[in-house]
């Protein structure tokens, strides 16, 4: 009944037995072998304090430890420096990005290289594994559904088997959102603090103070809003830039996908206005982070510093990615009549 590779699947999968509870389990094939939403807080008022002077949820996150903590960081770094706090608020972005979200953002490169690289394994045991369901299914006179749910539970244990044996389960792969998205918010509500708040000081003047003469060029205050709306739409445009460098390098995109990018593309766009009602000390960290998460992804499209990562060769690599990029993106938005 079964060919070419079907002496081999029988000595893998002996005989299924159904078991008093649950679905039949099939043997295991290797036994023994070894910018995101933007929260609510970032436009809340800090003043809102009930009247009876317990704080809402907001005032608990900005007196919380992280928050704290991080506004220590940013003293810190504007201490040891010396530079004007738009420049502070720059150079510690790029610090973190740089010794944070970048070793994390390529471990991430790294998973899901491994993960693509099962692919061709995990679609040609679906495929010999719904032969012999379906084998087992015809002797023993099981229903339809329960033919579905024993492929895919055995479908899961066996991929799942697959990602111990390699180590890298896609869960894995999260750990920069973890990481990175809380990262985020402690050093907004930080920020915010600073630049509505007078109880902070640093060298006998508050750092509220500091913060409406540390500005540069069009936004000389760091504590009110952009009037220029430069720094929203410049955050809009690098985020945006962001979602479409992913949409290019994905092929056939499914519907989950292709809605999950255009949901995205609508919160890059929503972020222009809400950026324009925080002050300008947040949107500009704002846009540095975003900034350097560009040039993180564009960094990580280099075969030379994959390699250096130790990032796993994939399919999908390409030798010249910049010039392919550069292809795709003219093809999408500049040749397209």
Request: proline residues 7%.
């Given at each position: 009944?079964?060919?070419?590779?079907?002496?081999?699947?029988?000595?893998?999968?002996?005989?299924?037995?159904?078991?008093?509870?649950?679905?039949?389990?099939?043997?295991?094939?290797?036994?023994?072998?070894?910018?995101?939403?933007?929260?609510?807080?970032?436009?809340?008022?800090?003043?809102?304090?009930?009247?009876?002077?317990a704080g809402g949820w907001y005032e608990a996150l900005a007196a919380s430890a992280p928050v704290r903590a991080a506004e220590e960081v940013l003293l810190c770094a504007h201490a040891a420096t010396g530079l004007p706090w738009w420049g502070s608020i720059l150079l510690t972005t790029v610090a973190l990005r740089g010794a944070v979200t970048l070793p994390l953002a390529a471990y991430q490169h790294y998973i899901l290289a491994k993960v693509e690289n099962l692919q061709p394994e995990i679609k040609n045991i679906a495929k010999h594994l719904n032969h012999e369901v379906a084998v087992y299914a015809n002797q023993l006179g099981w229903?339809?559904?329960?033919?579905?749910?024993?492929?895919?539970?055995?479908?899961?244990?066996?991929?799942?088997?697959?990602?111990?044996?390699?180590?890298?389960?896609?869960?894995?792969a999260t750990v920069l959102v973890?990481?990175?998205?809380?990262?985020?918010?402690?050093?907004?509500?930080?920020?915010?603090?600073?630049?509505?708040?007078?109880?902070h000081s640093e060298a006998g003047f508050s750092v509220q103070e500091q913060l409406a003469t540390g500005g540069i060029l069009w936004f000389p205050d760091l504590t009110v809003l952009d009037s220029t709306?430069?720094?929203?739409?410049?955050?809009?445009?690098?985020?945006?830039?962001?979602?479409?460098?992913?949409?290019?390098?994905?092929?056939?995109?499914s519907r989950f996908q292709t809605y999950i990018t255009y949901f995205v593309r609508a919160l890059s766009v929503l972020m222009i206005p809400v950026a324009a009602t925080v002050?300008?000390?947040?949107?500009?960290?704002?846009?540095?982070?975003?900034?350097?998460?560009?040039?993180?992804?564009?960094?990580?499209?280099?075969?030379?510093?994959?390699?250096?990562?130790?990032?796993?060769?994939?399919?999908?690599?390409?030798?010249?990615?910049?010039?392919?990029?550069?292809?795709?993106?003219?093809?999408?938005?500049?040749?397209r009549k």
């Open positions: 009944m079964m060919c070419g590779m079907g002496g081999r699947w029988q000595r893998l999968l002996p005989t299924l037995q159904l078991r008093t509870r649950g679905l039949p389990l099939l043997p295991s094939l290797w036994n023994g072998a070894n910018p995101p939403a933007l929260p609510m807080w970032a436009v809340a008022s800090v003043s809102a304090v009930s009247p009876d002077g229903s339809k559904r329960v033919t579905r749910l024993t492929y895919l539970k055995n479908m899961r244990r066996l991929v799942s088997e697959l990602y111990v044996r390699d180590n890298c389960h896609p869960f894995k973890w990481i990175q998205l809380p990262m985020w918010i402690f050093i907004s509500v930080a920020l915010r603090n600073f630049s509505t708040e007078g109880a709306w430069i720094l929203p739409v410049s955050l809009g445009v690098t985020n945006l830039l962001i979602v479409e460098i992913f949409a290019l390098q994905k092929i056939g995109m002050p300008s000390s947040i949107v500009l960290y704002w846009l540095c982070s975003s900034f350097m998460g560009l040039s993180q992804n564009l960094l990580l499209r280099s075969p030379r510093f994959r390699q250096f990562c130790r990032i796993p060769l994939t399919k999908s690599n390409s030798d010249t990615p910049y010039k392919d990029l550069f292809a795709a993106f003219y093809a999408k938005f500049i040749s």
